[in-house]
């Protein structure tokens, strides 16, 4: 079992800027992928973005060039960095791993982007 406990979110205007943090119970450098999804009020959970052991990172193309993931493996904790945050990026954000075929959510924290 993978414990996910994320951090990070809260209201914030237009423009502006957040690090969300997901801490995982065990070490996450050999996780087949671990990342973020989120989950708009009234739509589907959609990929945010996720980095596998290599190192190498996916990003949806929807918050390309605005959202950036990275991890720090010795506090097991991987990072999302989303900046020129926009309305439409407000949703519940979720930690996610997926290992051995089970996937591994975390409580989810929400993401209020909003004057």
């Known amino acids: 079992q993978v414990q996910l406990v994320e951090s990070g979110g809260g209201l914030v205007q237009p423009g502006g800027s957040l690090r969300l943090s997901c801490t995982a119970s065990t070490r996450i450098g050999s996780f087949e992928a671990m990342g973020w999804h989120r989950q708009a009020p009234g739509k589907r959970r959609e990929v945010v973005g996720f980095?596998?052991?290599?190192?190498?990172?996916t990003i949806a193309e929807s918050v390309k060039g605005r959202f950036t993931i990275s991890r720090d493996n010795a506090k097991n904790t991987v990072f999302l960095q989303m900046n020129s945050l926009k309305p439409e990026d407000t949703a519940i954000y979720y930690c996610?791993?997926?290992?051995?075929?089970?996937?591994?959510w975390g409580q989810g924290t929400q993401v209020t982007v909003s004057s």
């Open positions: 996610n791993v997926f290992e051995s075929g089970q996937n591994y």
């Open positions: 980095i596998i052991p290599s190192g190498t990172i």
